[in-house]
């Protein structure tokens, strides 16, 4: 059975990769690495369901489905705005932190509560906003506020003279 599971999704993915591929191609305006990865994406989701209880009607318009839902929830994705450059720069973008300051950070955010030091990474390392912060938290906005002004406090109080090193001149 499962043979006859592979054969039959190769012989789809072979079929219709092709068209998934000009598909993706115009999607992403061009972009063919971006466009590969789509299409693998849709193919690896394809044969998760290929031969399971549910049984898929219309394979090449599930595939397409599948495909545009995978290129918008990439256009959400942060990693989506990155772009490759055809040349390292020559000089570092930001100024390096010295290894006494990351430390006396990590040690600064380790004393912290673990709620208060899960707000910080949320909203100040991984950008999100006080609503998304407070959803992924299952927590109010006002305690996101609080535990904010909270946390960064007390962060400013243990980091004391190494904060001036923190900041970018």
Same mark, same amino acid.
């Given at each position: 059975?499962?043979? %006859?599971?592979?054969?039959? +999704?190769?012989? +789809? ?7 998934? +591929?000009? %598909? ?16 693998? *994406? ?27 839902? *995978? +290129? ?14 055809? *040349? ?9 932190? %010295? ?32 609503? *998304? ?6 927590? %109010? ?29």
């Amino acid at each position: 059975m499962k043979q %006859s599971r592979a054969d039959g +999704f190769l012989e +789809f993915a072979t079929g219709r990769t092709g068209h998934l +591929f000009r %598909s993706a191609v115009l999607l992403t305006s061009g972009d063919v690495h971006l466009a590969e990865d789509l299409v693998q *994406e849709t193919l690896r989701r394809m044969y998760v369901v290929w031969g399971g209880r549910r049984r898929i009607d219309n394979p090449a318009a599930y595939a397409q489905t599948v495909l545009i839902r *995978e +290129f918008l929830t990439h256009r959400r994705r942060r990693s989506s705005s990155e772009h490759p450059l055809a *040349e390292l720069p020559d000089t570092p973008q930001r100024q390096a932190v %010295s290894p006494e300051v990351r430390i006396s950070l990590l040690q600064a955010l380790g004393e912290l509560a673990p709620k208060d030091r899960a707000v910080v990474v949320l909203r100040y390392w991984e950008d999100r906003s006080v609503e *998304e912060t407070a959803a992924a938290m299952s927590v %109010s906005t006002a305690a996101v506020r609080t535990r904010s002004t909270r946390a960064l406090a007390k962060l400013r109080a243990a980091l004391g003279a190494d904060l001036a090193d923190l900041v970018a001149p």
